[in-house]
């Protein structure tokens, strides 16, 4: 026997946010958006370096020259 056509009882909410709100939003992902673009090779490098077992100094990794 197949069970009845019930409609859905789910609630729906509708958020409404004032203008500020909105803005501080956008800002907010842009600012975020900035920080991944910049941010993603260094993150990168410091998750090598912290990982390997001979950790070079810093300037070892900045430099232009191979290390010995």
Same mark, same amino acid.
């Given at each position: 026997?197949? &069970? =009845?056509? $019930? &409609?859905?009882?789910? $609630? ?7 203008? =500020? +709100? *909105? =803005?501080?939003?956008? *800002?907010? /992902?842009?600012?975020? *958006? $900035?920080?991944?673009?910049? %941010? ?6 410091? /998750? %090598?370096?912290?990982? +390997? +077992?001979? *950790? ?9 020259? &191979?290390?010995?």
């Amino acid at each position: 026997m197949a &069970p =009845e056509s $019930t &409609p859905s009882r789910r $609630t729906q909410y509708q958020l409404t946010l004032s203008d =500020e +709100s *909105k =803005e501080r939003i956008i *800002k907010l /992902l842009d600012y975020s *958006k $900035t920080i991944a673009h910049y %941010g993603f090779i260094p993150f990168v490098l410091y /998750l %090598g370096w912290a990982a +390997s +077992s001979n *950790k070079p100094s810093i300037l070892n990794l900045l430099s232009p020259f &191979p290390s010995a």
